[in-house]
Every structure is written in structure tokens, then in C-alpha cells.
């Protein structure tokens, strides 16, 4: 399971976290509220329910599960207020099924470093213990085995949650910023046009995932 | 003038419309409303006023004025509420000015192919005569001579038009999807952190320019 984010991207949505000095984060691990984390990678849960629209097919809603790993720079301050936090998602899976579209698994385009940061708002800078937010574009990839299909987004999904008291945001509720629709492509005809889109996108951290056994 | 959008882009945030058969169009052109138009290369001008926000130094709206050269598909259909149409910011030259940060120019991104698409939103299609919407990824770069510096943007800012009843939606306003904040880099420092942000874009297309003097 120790697989690194992409040593040489073709794309690129932000700074890369270095990984070689990160210690893999598991359940048990103390986090403090309103307090900079030091750097490491975090195992966690998620969950999704994302709905996708296929012209000439329908809309699809469909819950998705699994986890993800993400590398935690270190903070720029040792204060929470000032702190500023980088993050690569250099591993994703999730599994879910739609009754009409078959068994879906969408894990990151290796294509693609997905990236992201975690700090205060503008609006929220004056306040002396501010909620922090996190965005991170991501490049994903959806197979749809039964339809023999490989779709990915070739603009990042900008995935936020709002309301941080704590890094990594476990348990929190985020969102996928997508305007009307965002174009998924068949990985088979890259060059051609969308063949589907993403219009929606609902997630939730979920928490530390036990670490695997030795 | 006859600039060509990028040929080998690094990045291409959609499908490439070809640009060999299209004639550049300028003022006088006669456009139907709830018509697909056929295809071609719109010569429009283009205002915009982009708030920014640099860390350390403060917030600053500044607005802007120029040009667009947008080539456009030929329509997916004669039928105005199924037709698609494609589209690829081929050109863009916005000029600014701003008394913290001294003039600024905004041009296209020369490593992406900005990309976008005009279709009835998914909401609509049920409608007989439906007003369309445009989206457009853009990857753009901004000179700041007077502080040194080239930003530029690595997720691509999606500017969205609503309410298109033409096409070009000429004399629209529109505006920049940003939530809460999007990175800015530094040419000379690509790996690097950011070092702004645009925190709000709202523009307005509009109409076709003279035809340059031969």
C-alpha cells in the first residue's frame, strides 16, 4: 500500500508535498483542535454521492465508500490562526454501484497531482480562533466496467470543506465546487468531447482508518 | 494578429476546435437569436473586474479592458435547444491598472488550451426555446511589470454565462466560479507555493470589433 503520488505529473494543481520524511497516520493518533498538526499522511475514510449526468442515457446518483491518503505538509506557523497547511491526495479509492450504470470505482488520475491547502479564510483573518477551510483540486478517474468505460475530469474537481476546527478534518462534510456540470472524458478518446458530466458532489471525511496489520 | 491557439498544449482543459476552415468575424456580423450559429472565430471585446488578494500586501479590485478571440464549433445540431457548441479562448489581451500594483496584463497561459462549451443546461432541456448556458476553462497568465512579477493560474478559472440567447452571447455579463479563493503562481518560481489569489471575477463580453483596416 505504499504508493507515492505521481514522480512526474503531465499536470500538476499545485505544490507537491514531499513525502519522504512523512510517517503513514492511523487510527488511535491524537489531534488537537485549533491546533497546527504536525506533517504526515493521513489514512482516512470517505464517503460520496455524486450524480452524473449521461446525455442520452439519464442521471445517476450514486453512493461511493472507501478512503483516501493524504500528505500533510508541515504548517507554516506554529499558530492556528496564521498556519497554513499544504496537501497532495496521493491515494483515493472508492467503490459504489448504480442499478443502471453497474458497479463505479473511482480512484486519482495518474496523470494528474492533485493538490490542495488548508488555511483561513480572507474574510476570517481578523478573528482570533477562526474556523479554517480546505480545497483540493483533484484529477479522478471513474471505470464503469460494464459499460467498458473509463471517464476523468480534465478540469480538477475542487473539492472544499468549510467550518475546520481541527487538521486533517475528519467527520467533516465537504462539497464538490461544480458549476452546472463539470466534463468527464472516455479515457479511450481523449482528444474527443465530454461523454459525461458531474453535477453534483457531497462528501464526507470520514476518520482514521485502522492501520493494516503487520 | 493571426495568432493560433497553442499547438501542443501541456494542458488542455477540453476538446481543440479545429481552426483551419474558420473565418474570423467581426463587426457587422448578423446573428440570429434562438439560432444556432454556424461556426467561426468571434472577435469581441471584453471587460472584467477581478478582485485579488496577495498575502502581506492587501486586497485590490481592478478592472479591466480588452479583447477575446474565441474559435467556435460547428453546432452539434440545426436545432437551437439540443444544439452543442464547442469553443477555445484562442487569444485574450485584457489591460488594468491598479495604484498598489501598477498596470497589469492579462493574456492567455501559452502552455494551456482554454476550452469551453455552450449547451442547454441539463435543467432546461425539457424547455421548447431555452436560454443556453456558456462555460469556458481558461488557463491565463498576469504581468505585473512594476512588481516583477508573471502570475498564473493552475487550475483553470471556469468563467460561466448564463442567459445565452445568441451566439456569440455578445453583451453578456458573466462571471469567474471561484469559491472563496483561487492560487495564483509565480512564473519564475512554478513549484512554489502561491503567492496570490483571485478572490472574485465578474466580466461582461462584448460586442464584435471593427475588422482591422487591410
Chains 1, 2 share one sequence.
Not at 36 to 59: C, Y
Not at 84 to 92: G, R
Not at 108 to 119: F, H, V
Request: contains cysteine; glycine residues 8%; charged residues 20%.
Amino acid at each position: 500500500m505504499s504508493v507515492t503520488a505521481t514522480p512526474d505529473p503531465k499536470i500538476a494543481y499545485g505544490p507537491r508535498v514531499e513525502l519522504q520524511d512523512l510517517e503513514d497516520l492511523y487510527e488511535g493518533q491524537q489531534v488537537q483542535s485549533f491546533q497546527p498538526t504536525p506533517a504526515g499522511i493521513d489514512n482516512l475514510g470517505i464517503t460520496s454521492v455524486d450524480t452524473f449526468k449521461v446525455p442520452g442515457m439519464g442521471e445517476f446518483t450514486v453512493e461511493f465508500n472507501g478512503y483516501v491518503r493524504v500528505a500533510r505538509s508541515e504548517p507554516t506557523t506554529g499558530d492556528w490562526a496564521s498556519a497554513e497547511v499544504y496537501t497532495n491526495l496521493i491515494e483515493m479509492r472508492m467503490e459504489g454501484d448504480s442499478p443502471e450504470l453497474g458497479p463505479i470505482t473511482v480512484t486519482l488520475d495518474p496523470e494528474c497531482l492533485s493538490a490542495g491547502q488548508i488555511r483561513t479564510p480572507f474574510t476570517d483573518e481578523h478573528l482570533p480562533r477562526p474556523k479554517k477551510a480546505c480545497r483540493m483540486a483533484v484529477g479522478a478517474q471513474f471505470e464503469l466496467p460494464r459499460l467498458g468505460l473509463t471517464l476523468y475530469n480534465k478540469e480538477p474537481v475542487v473539492l472544499t470543506i468549510d467550518n475546520v476546527s481541527a487538521i486533517p478534518p475528519a467527520g467533516n462534510p465537504g462539497e464538490g465546487q461544480i458549476y452546472r456540470m463539470l466534463p468527464l472524458y472516455n479515457r479511450a478518446d481523449p482528444e474527443g468531447r465530454p461523454v459525461a458530466y458531474l453535477t453534483s458532489l457531497r462528501f464526507a471525511m470520514g476518520t482514521y482508518l485502522p492501520a493494516p496489520a503487520r
